[in-house]
């Protein structure tokens, strides 16, 4: 069992940028793939970037190439995402998830409980 804590989620101008992190406990985070996805209110969840278990495969999706940055930390049991340049549509829960199989299609097992992030212009 993996237990996903997020942090890092805040209130923001538009503009501004915000590293979210994931720490894990149960198990080392080191044979998992990771993702983060995010809901904003009143849409469906949808996904934001994946990594690989060793961290060289990196997937984004398009709202989130060029701006948001994925990485890990296996030696601390950690994932992040650093997000540049945040705007209004960028407002919603963002959650960090882990799993295994191939990329880009990663089946998730584990979720956090999210934490919010919240853009005004």
């Known amino acids: 069992q993996v237990q996903l804590v997020e942090s890092g989620g805040g209130s923001v101008q538009a503009g501004a940028s915000l590293r979210l992190s994931c720490a894990a406990s149960g198990r080392t985070l080191s044979t998992y793939a990771m993702g983060w996805f995010r809901q904003a209110p009143g849409k469906e969840r949808e996904f934001v970037a994946a990594i690989s278990p060793s961290g060289g495969t990196k997937n984004y999706a398009d709202v989130a190439k060029g701006r948001f940055t994925i990485s890990r930390d296996n030696a601390k049991n950690t994932a992040y995402l650093r997000m540049n340049n945040l705007n209004s549509e960028d407002t919603a829960v963002y959650y960090c998830?882990?799993?295994?199989?191939?990329?880009?299609?990663?089946?998730?097992?584990?979720w956090g409980q999210g934490t919010q992030v919240t853009v005004s212009t």
């Open positions: 998830a882990a799993g295994w199989g191939a990329p880009p299609r990663y089946e998730y097992a584990y």
